[in-house]
């Protein structure tokens, strides 16, 4: 089978996290702009929704009728059409609920491309852990470099403008996916029963003892780690710092230079040891949080770094070294489905009403808030630790990194 190149999965990479930063940083302030700044939590509930859906199909599609190239093509073709749809909804003054209806149908069809470009990636490596870290930091890059093409280059933080860079660059991903050498499933894998098309044989990963750990762990450490985008703006803003989203932005730094610089030792350690750093890294962030004091809670964001790398990264690395090459893409989307779906509408939701309780008079106990938030985060460590076993034998598809 031939291979994309470390060069394509490195432009895909930073193409599809352009085209994210470009809207979803500014996105809130662009819609106060256009009065519909009262939608914002509604948008992001929307985004966790489409999460429990569309992944699982295209997943599903991609290790059954068509490989994962020519889907990513079409999702950020789709993508790039409705994002441009959505800017002419904000820039024409069009009713509020057009635009509302818009950003759902971009959720459902967009929200399969990281799962679908993650499954690029990790296929097209012979040693995954050594060599997926460089090429994924290439979309943190991305998304930075985004963030920044729009605020100081376009000067678009409150305009529709926002929206259209971003379509623009799905755009050119799409375009560029048909540079990729095509992945063809064996005929055998083709959709059968109507369930195939739903990704169901995913969920059956769940009965095996270390991949239902996974799954589990991935969206229970999701929950709290939802507080962190809610709400950390909003302490720092309570503490009078005067550039809270570019204090933020050292959270983006510190995951290019976890990325780059622990990707040389993820081989030397087994996968379970490297997923309890994340989240013992995790805690760390959140103790240091609720000690309400600026150096502390700048020490707890430069964290953000190792716990995506420590985490995140090593739990895709793990469903495609030890869950079966056919189901590689469903459990990709089944991973994405437990934390942008599960874990992040859960945290949203919990986090909101801990926020709520609280605060007094306008007053947020942040102490209070951050701490039972570190708690959790510990017993989920807890539960992993005693639930997870791992094997020392080899996957009969890929290298065992145990």
């Not at 350690?269 to 989240?279: E, T, V, Y």
Request: glycine share 8%.
């Amino acid at each position: 089978m031939p291979r994309a190149s470390k060069l394509q999965i490195s432009v895909l990479m930073f193409l599809h996290a352009f085209a994210l930063g470009a809207y979803v940083v500014p996105l809130p302030t662009v819609m106060a702009a256009y009065g519909l700044g009262d939608h914002v939590t509604l948008v992001l509930i929307m985004a966790s929704l489409a999460a429990f859906i569309s992944p699982l199909i295209f997943g599903s599609l991609a290790d059954r009728k068509f490989g994962p190239e020519p889907l990513l093509g079409i999702v950020t073709l789709g993508a790039g059409v409705l994002m441009v749809t959505g800017s002419l909804c904000l820039s024409q003054h069009w009713r509020h609920p057009a635009f509302l209806i818009v950003m759902a149908a971009y959720f459902l069809w967009a929200s399969p491309g990281w799962g679908l470009l993650t499954s690029i990636g990790l296929m097209n490596l012979s040693d995954p852990q050594r060599e997926f870290a460089p090429l994924r930091v290439w979309a943190t890059i991305g998304f930075m470099v985004g963030i920044a093409f729009v605020s100081f280059v376009m000067k678009a933080d409150r305009s529709a403008s926002s929206f259209l860079v971003s379509g623009g660059f799905f755009l050119m991903e799409s375009v560029f996916c048909l540079t990729l050498p095509r992945t063809r499933p064996p005929e055998s894998a083709a959709p059968k029963r109507l369930r195939d098309y739903f990704g169901w044989d995913a969920w059956q990963l769940l009965r095996e003892r270390d991949h239902c750990m996974i799954f589990l762990t991935t969206a229970l450490f999701s929950i709290p780690l939802a507080a962190f985008y809610l709400y950390t703006s909003k302490h720092l803003d309570s503490l009078k710092v005067e550039h809270p989203a570019g204090v933020l932005s050292l959270a983006q730094v510190a995951e290019v230079v976890s990325m780059l610089g622990i990707a040389t030792i993820m081989k030397r350690f087994r996968l379970k040891w490297l997923i309890l750093a994340g989240m013992t890294c995790g805690i760390l962030r959140y103790a240091f949080f609720s000690s309400n004091l600026f150096t502390f809670i700048v020490a707890g964001i430069s964290l953000h770094g190792l716990i995506f790398t420590l985490f995140t990264m090593t739990t895709q690395i793990y469903v495609e070294q030890r869950v079966p090459h056919q189901l590689r893409n469903q459990a990709q989307a089944l991973l994405l489905l437990m934390t942008g779906g599960i874990g992040n509408l859960s945290g949203y939701l919990i986090s909101a009403w801990w926020f709520t309780q609280c605060t007094s008079k306008q007053i947020t106990d942040w102490s209070k808030f951050w701490s039972a938030l570190t708690v959790s985060i510990v017993l989920v460590a807890i539960f992993f630790l005693v639930g997870y076993h791992g094997q020392k034998h080899s996957h009969p598809t890929r290298p065992e990194p145990e």
